[in-house]
């Protein structure tokens, strides 16, 4: 009983964390919403608000659209990694514990 109240306090209080924004959190000058980092923001302006930007919003979209591709292809990179191992893992041992 103990174990199941703890959990559900656990689980209010990471809802609370999860909509809690910071005052002075950066936000959207188009549309108010708020942002945890500068790159998050760099990124909103260009998706969202394409038409609205200045020339210097525009350089720091670019910026983070190139960093976003680096960090996409990364874990495309892992996850391919993964499902080597995966593959290798089953092949061995269909080799040498199945036969
Ligand atoms: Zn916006």
């Not at 874990?75 to 391919?80: D, E, P, T, Y």
Request: aromatic share 12%; hydrophobic share 40%.
């Amino acid at each position: 009983m103990t174990d199941q109240s703890t959990t559900d306090e656990s689980e209010r209080g990471h809802a609370e964390a999860a909509f809690a924004v910071d005052d002075d959190a950066e936000r959207c000058p188009y549309c108010g919403r708020p942002f945890a980092s500068e790159h998050l923001h760099a990124l909103h302006l260009g998706e969202e608000h394409p038409d609205a930007l200045t020339e210097a919003e525009a350089e720091r979209y670019a910026a983070a659209d190139d960093r976003e591709s680096d960090e996409l292809f990364k874990f495309h990179i892992k996850v391919l990694a993964v499902l080597t191992l995966i593959a290798f893992v089953f092949l061995y041992s269909y080799t040498f514990v199945w036969t």
